[in-house]
């Protein structure tokens, strides 16, 4: 190749590459969550799958409490495909200016992930979309194991329309037991 072809065909896949791989705006968060209505428990009714829990094969939760210091402490349960319990116990902290639709969760020292809530019943906090702004990580949950046909469509399509895949959304263990 000639430097001037060379060149050209840097340049246009460079071209290609920006114009083929520019990245989506993010998804949107609800304009604000009150921690305090969304402590408590939540069932997870459906997820993405995800490398982080693989081992949980049925009955996932998720328990979120106060802390004094402003942070949220963070208990994550579920049973493994044996049988036996799993536990994992977290910190999330709000980010500041997002009126507490985004946090940051830790479960291992200073690695933090976001935790983007991206639907909730605002009135009764009975369920929620959360998500991650990559749209690699995805959770529908509920205060109940299980939530009605019509309510799980309506969130895998507000899901969708934030630019998430329905098709890679999964019933977790728990709703399919119970004909959620």
Known sequence: MTPKISLAAILLATSVCF?????????TT???V???????????V????NWFQRQCASGTTAEYSPLPDGKIRVVNSCLRKDGTPSRITGTATPVPGSNNAKLKVSFFGPFAGDYWVLGLDEKNYQWALVGHPSRKFLWIL????????????ALVGLAASQGYDPKDIAFSKIAQDTGG
């Not at 009150?34 to 997870?44: A, F, N, R, V």
């Not at 459906?46 to 799958?49: F, I, K, L, T, V």
């Not at 509920?142 to 469509?153: A, D, G, I, L, V």
């Open 46 to 49: 459906a997820r993405m799958p």
């Open 19 to 27: 114009s083929g791989c520019a990245t989506r705006p993010a998804p």
């Open 142 to 153: 509920s205060r109940k194991p299980t939530m009605t046909p019509t309510q799980y469509e």
């Open 30 to 32: 609800v304009a604000s």
């Open 34 to 44: 009150d921690l305090h209505k969304y402590s408590g428990k939540w069932y997870e």
